[in-house]
């Protein structure tokens, strides 16, 4: 395990990471003091000012097709995307890598088992069964969390199996095997806690992917549902009034990128700076 | 090379298996089942929904089902829409051809243009060209592909009016391959310019890593030109994993696919997966799944047996 301080100092050094943390810490402040920042009711609508461009009537970033504040109902949107891509993320990396760890440590048939199933959702288009569990079960902001999640934790069980499987013969593990831990001690006190770099690096990128996919789902109409805002479906509609009113469809989808680019940089620096085989 | 062929086409077995399993359950979690479309219908009696139920073979038991469902399917029988009672087959194989040419020129597009700026970064490391390429492959990779292609519609068709807006040919217009070039620009050049950020990514790193290896070193020391480095002992090493990554690609394609299509009507089987989720029409779902998911599978096998074939040192036995 590196030294903290290196770590630290690494990835403070790396610019495009910092920018990206950086970057999330103010969106994240951002989406939780939403109800205070933002100037309006995001919900609130005034047919009155419908498409109303940016910076007239006190819109600062404009209306939608219902007179809606953009800038409003961006900040609140941004709760719910965050959300629904952190807690995806959470679930993703505890079912990979407690599936992961328990596949790498027994092997043979409870291996094989884990590994097939990860095969047969590898090899189903994320997009397409995504939409089809959304339109069989409610959606609802729970139970897309819940599919996503459920849809993204094959490349931490990978990973994390891969570590099991070379940390597994290794003294320490033996050492506490011979002084009698059970298979569950062994799996949580000293294989997981050797694998927490990488796992952290692939949460921070599976956060990314997450939001990405809500945003999907969202804009393809199975994902978050209106009223409720989410950055995704907020360009639900945008195609039929993409080309007279603009602003309305860049605004959401800027935000969506600028977030997954702050998490894609902060994991990629994350990567870099916990790589042992790296110099300081 | 027969056995390893063999045994990798056995593999496939079980995970077609699996796929067929998992889209089978995954209907029966539909609201309603198959049976939702007819029990919306008022003109229905309770006795017309047991009948069709019944000549569905809906009454008999889920394992009597899915094999039946499954022996079906292994022989191409992949059943009729619920909507319009045509084959599924049929009805996917219509719009294939439109999903077909879209993948295949975004493709085209995300391999020559990924590969070079991929091998350009890695040779030049640390070069001005180097920071833009993977700085743009980073942004490439994070904006969402739906608002990508919005963008592309807003400053393309809007403001330039350099290309139609969406569509796959002016209505009414007799067919014209210019007409039909235009049209596909924009979605191809947005689902490949997104695969492109991975590809130059993967690019890149397989020749960083050839680059430092002691062979390389030795080359070098022997004198040998530059060019000569990098195209027989460089290239010819770094691109073969990239097979790997061109097997794995399909998953993302298709995803990829769905939404571009969607973002510029482009009538293929993305829009028809979209419009028979909107009509509950569930034959031509699981068709889809299945068809999309037995090429993931092909395409991986595929670029697994090129890649035995390409590699010298898979010791095959």
């Not at chain 1, 903290?4 to 103010?26: C, D, H, K, P, Q």
């Not at chain 1, 294989?191 to 949460?203: E, Y």
């Not at chain 2, 439109?98 to 350009?120: D, N, Q």
Request: aromatic letters at 8%; charged letters at 15%; a positive charge.
């Amino acid at each position: 395990m590196l030294d903290r301080s290196i770590v630290w100092r690494r990835f403070t050094r790396n610019r495009l990471a910092s920018a990206g943390a950086i970057g999330v810490f103010v969106l994240v402040a951002l989406a939780t003091l939403a109800p205070w920042v933002a100037p309006r009711d995001p919900l609130y609508i005034d047919m009155a000012h419908k498409f109303a461009r940016p910076g007239e009537a006190g819109f600062v970033l404009g209306a939608d097709e219902l007179g809606r504040d953009l800038l409003s109902r961006l900040l609140h949107a941004g709760r719910v995307s965050l959300a629904v891509g952190l807690i995806t993320a959470l679930i993703a990396v505890c079912v990979g890598s407690i599936l992961g760890a328990v596949a790498g440590f027994y092997g043979g048939a409870v291996d094989s088992a884990i590994m097939r199933v990860v095969d047969v959702l590898l090899s189903i288009p994320t997009i397409f069964l995504l939409l089809a569990l959304a339109a069989f079960l409610k959606p609802t902001m729970l139970t897309i969390t819940l599919i996503i999640g459920l849809n993204s934790w094959m490349s931490v069980a990978r990973m994390v199996r891969g570590q099991v499987l070379s940390l597994k013969e290794q003294e320490f593990v033996l050492a506490a095997r011979a002084a009698g831990a059970g298979a569950g001690r062994l799996i949580v006190r000293q294989l997981l806690p050797n694998a927490v770099a990488p796992v952290l690096v692939a949460a921070t990128l599976t956060v990314a992917t997450a939001i990405l996919l809500e945003s999907s789902l969202s804009y393809l109409g199975y994902g978050i549902q209106p009223p409720t805002a989410s950055w995704g479906n907020m360009l639900n509609n945008a195609q039929s009034y993409v080309l007279y009113a603009p602003w309305v469809a860049v605004y959401p989808g800027a935000m969506i990128s600028l977030t997954v680019l702050s998490f894609n940089f902060a994991g990629d620096g994350l990567r870099d700076a916990l790589d042992p085989r790296l110099g300081p | 090379m027969a056995v390893y062929v063999l045994r990798r086409l056995l593999q496939a077995v079980p995970l077609l298996v699996g796929v067929s399993l998992a889209g089978f359950v995954l209907l029966r979690l539909a609201p309603g089942g198959p049976m939702a479309v007819y029990a919306q219908n008022p003109n229905m009696s309770e006795a017309d929904l047991r009948r069709i139920e019944r000549s569905l073979g809906l009454d008999q038991p889920i394992h009597v089902q899915y094999v039946k469902w499954a022996s079906g399917m292994a022989a191409g029988e992949l059943g009729y829409s619920y909507r319009t009672g045509r084959p599924v087959g049929a009805v996917i194989l219509e719009r294939l051809p439109a999903t077909l040419t879209l993948m295949g020129v975004a493709y085209l597009i995300a391999i020559v243009l990924g590969l070079t700026t991929g091998i350009v970064s890695a040779v030049r490391r640390h070069s001005f060209f180097d920071y833009v390429a993977t700085t743009t492959a980073m942004v490439g990779l994070s904006v969402p592909t739906f608002w990508f292609g919005l963008v592309v519609i807003i400053v393309f068709a809007g403001g330039l009016r350099w290309i139609p807006s969406g569509g796959m040919a002016t209505l009414g217009m007799p067919f014209s391959l210019w007409d039909r070039f235009i049209h596909l620009i924009g979605p191809a050049s947005v689902l490949g310019l997104w695969m492109t950020a991975t590809w130059s990514r993967y690019t890149r790193s397989s020749v960083l890593e050839v680059i430092g290896q002691d062979y390389i070193r030795t080359a070098r020391a022997k004198g040998l030109r530059g060019r000569t480095i990098l195209l027989r002992h460089t290239l010819r090493n770094a691109l073969i994993p990239l097979i790997t990554l061109g097997g794995l690609e399909f998953r993302n394609l298709f995803g990829g696919a769905l939404v571009t299509e969607t973002v510029f009507s482009w009538p293929g089987i993305g829009r028809l997966y979209l419009d028979s989720l909107n009509y509950q029409d569930y034959s031509v779902i699981l068709g889809l799944l299945l068809v999309t998911s037995l090429t993931v599978v092909a395409g991986s096998l595929l670029a697994d047996l090129l890649y035995a074939a390409a590699d010298p040192r898979i010791r095959l036995g």
